[in-house]
């Protein structure tokens, strides 16, 4: 893999982290329209949940280079990969215990995120 391609890998995956977020502000503001600023803010909570592991994977996926070590970058992956879960456990296990937290606008929010990120080989082809 070239150096280039690796910059176009990493570009590409911090564009899908980018998508999200716009996707979990568009939930929010629809939430607020519809109901109330609790209901946002629950549904943005949502929608962070899933960009912030998504973040971590892909700083941690694409720091090296196939071409210098393959072992090297299989291991990165398997961190990222680690880490993501980790943290989203974390991050739902935090914010469901928050008492003024609206569930089915944080679910929501969570999982119209995911699917930004499932549906994402659809809007950006390379």
């Known amino acids: 893999m070239k150096e280039q391609s690796l910059a176009e890998l990493r570009k590409s995956a911090y564009k899908l982290v980018l998508c999200q977020l716009v996707v979990a ?32 994977f892909a700083f941690f996926a694409f720091r090296f280079n196939a071409a210098d070590n393959a072992n090297i970058v299989v291991m990165a992956f398997m961190r990222g990969q680690s880490l993501k879960l980790i943290i989203s456990a974390v991050l739902l296990a935090v914010l469901f215990s928050q008492q003024q937290l609206v569930h089915g606008a944080f679910l929501t929010g969570f999982m119209l995120t995911l699917i930004a990120q499932w549906t994402a080989p659809v809007f950006f082809k390379h």
Do not use: R
């Open 25 to 56: 502000g568009i939930i929010a503001l629809t939430f607020f329209l519809a109901a109330d600023a609790a209901a946002a803010k629950s549904a943005f909570k949502g929608g962070l949940v899933a960009i912030i592991p998504n973040c971590v």
